[in-house]
């Protein structure tokens, strides 16, 4: 896996990007954090990203929202969702928009790093 690698959070909960922040920071130093959904389309706009970590529940825009608009803007980017709501209706919805893994808040170091791992192409 390459040090190099852009990743972007996307999380309205400081603590959230803190933690994951931590986690990937053992792996990848080019970490940006963007606290909505608004933010991070913001961002996206001027800077290309390797893999986004996106929450679901945000205010303003929810994820799902969020992911749909960075789609229509025709990037193709590795999308994973980290999120506590794990109703399948919601996880539909987020596959049918071409996220790569849908993770469970307070996720695990192993999961996380495996799943960004495999979104941008070093992994099995």
């Known amino acids: 896996m390459s040090k190099d690698?852009?990743?972007?959070?996307?999380?309205?909960?400081v603590f959230a990007r803190m933690a994951i922040k931590k986690i990937i920071s053992k792996k990848f130093t080019s970490i940006s954090e963007a606290s909505s959904g608004s933010e991070a389309i913001e961002l996206l706009k001027n800077e290309k990203f390797d893999c986004l970590l996106v929450d679901y529940l945000m205010p303003g825009i929810n994820g799902i929202t969020t992911i749909?608009?960075?789609?229509?803007?025709?990037?193709?980017?590795?999308?994973?969702?980290?999120?506590?709501?794990?109703?399948?209706?919601?996880?539909d919805k987020f596959f049918e928009l071409g996220v790569v893994?849908?993770?469970?808040?307070?996720?695990?170091?192993?999961?996380?790093?495996?799943?960004?791992?495999?979104a941008i192409g070093g992994g099995a």
């Open 5 to 13: 690698k852009k990743i972007l959070i996307v999380d309205d909960s």
């Open 101 to 118: 893994a849908v993770l469970k808040k307070q996720v695990s170091e192993d999961e996380l790093l495996n799943a960004i791992d495999k």
């Open 68 to 91: 749909k608009i960075i789609r229509e803007m025709g990037l193709t980017t590795p999308i994973i969702v980290i999120s506590a709501n794990q109703q399948k209706t919601i996880l």
